[in-house]
Structures are given as C-alpha cells and as structure tokens.
C-alpha cells in the first residue's frame, strides 16, 4: 500500500518483466521523482528536465524509461491500482457477500488514494478534458481503465448474490462507471479525512445492493435491459 513518509507518499514497485532490478529501481525513482514535483510545482510547470534532475539520472535516461508526463503519470495509474488491489486482496478472499466486497474494495481504493488528496484536486482539470490522454475514459488510460473493471469483475465473480445473467456480464464496467463518480466526489471533499467520501460510499452501496438484487425480478427485467443498452450506446 502506498505510504506517507516524510517527504511524501511513495510508490510500491510494479516489476516490469523485461527490466532489470536496476532499471526497474530507477523507473521508480523517476515516478516519484514527477509525482514529487507535481504536487509541489503543478502538473504544467513540471518538464521532464526538471523530473530527471529531481531523480538524480540524465534527461536522456529520463525519456528512455517514459517518452512524456503523459506516460508518467499513467505509470502512476498502474502503481496505486497495484496497491489498491493489495489493500482490498484480504476481504476478497475471505467474503462473498456482495455488498461487503464492494463497500470494502471501494473504501480501499480512498484509503489507497488518500495520500494524494492535494494532488488529485490540483491535477484533476486535465484529466477531466474528454481530449486529454489523462482522462480515465481515454485510449491511453485503457490499460489502467481494464484492470480496474478487472478488479470489479472480481468483486461480482467471487460473491454469491445471484445477479440477472445479462446485467452479471456488464456489472464490472457499470460498477468502474460508478467508482468514478466516487472519485470525484473526493477529489472535492474537503472534510476532515474526507469522511463524507467514507459515508457517500457506505450509503450508497447497500443501495446498489438492492437495485442488482432486483434485477432478478420479473417486472424489472425490461428496466434493466434498457440501462444495459443505454450504456453500450454511450460507450460506443
């Protein structure tokens, strides 16, 4: 899990398979190198040049490891998801009841993400632009956007609530849709500990709960369906 020091969060380590430990120590360095500087200078004013001196390596060792910010801050992406799913790995391995997977592995991803509260609010105006590649919606973030549905998929495979089987196959990405909108309720909360981020999702999940619990239900069937079709339109 990510954790604060002194000098400020640090990044947990995603092992790259064709790297060398060496290598991989030094891509880490520059990642929290650029997540350093964006949180003291902003994300515009910090370049490259300014990220490779902050990490001690060359400018050109610098755009060896990542060709741009862009690809930095999706290297960032991929550490605090690999650390969300290590904080919320225990309560999918010991519950199955949905609603209790779901609160906990949302409740992990702001306790994940918690250390970077100032920096998520400063950074938020690019990756909200629909044509940045820093959007989560965006083609470059797809890798990140996948794994996170992934985990999703994970919540709804493991859990014994029985779902309608066509709502079941889109429940993940609906469930990542919904994530978001947790998300940007933090970056905007500014109570202590961002507790009422805590209580949103406490709130709402058992409500989520009941909502997929009805999809089972006869009368509701057509509902459900057009909701499916609503999103496979947007998302086409």
């Keep these: 899990m990510a954790a604060a020091t002194a000098a400020g969060p640090t990044l947990t380590c995603v092992a790259e398979p064709d790297l060398t430990p060496r290598a991989e120590q030094t891509r880490t360095a520059i990642t929290e190198a650029a997540l350093r500087l964006f949180r003291e200078n902003g994300y515009e ?6 990220i490779a001196q902050e990490a001690g390596v060359s400018t050109g060792n ?10 930095l801050v999706q290297q960032f992406y991929a550490h605090t998801h690999a650390d969300h799913v290590a904080a919320c790995r225990a309560i999918l391995e010991t519950e199955t009841d949905f609603a209790t997977r779901l609160r906990g592995t ?38 990140a956007r996948d794994a996170a549905i992934a985990l999703f998929r994970e919540v709804v495979e493991g859990s014994t609530t029985r779902i309608d089987r066509e709502l079941r196959a889109q429940l993940p990405e609906l469930l990542w849709l919904y994530s978001m909108g947790i998300v940007l ?9 961002c507790a009422k981020t805590y209580q949103l999702i406490d709130r709402t999940v058992p409500l989520a709960d009941r909502l997929i619990a009805l999809s089972r239900v006869h009368l509701l069937r057509g509902t459900i369906r057009e909701i499916i079709s609503i999103v496979a339109d947007m998302r086409s």
């Design 185 to 193: 309720f933090w970056v905007h909360d500014a109570s202590p500990g």
């Design 106 to 143: 949302l409740r992990a991803m702001i306790d994940v993400n918690g250390p970077y509260h100032a920096f998520a609010a400063r950074f938020f105006k690019y990756a909200a632009e629909p044509s940045s590649p820093l959007s989560p919606f965006s083609k470059e973030s797809s890798p």
């Design 62 to 71: 610098a755009y060896y490891y990542f060709g741009s910010k862009e690809e």
């Design 45 to 50: 004013a910090t370049t490259m040049r300014a």
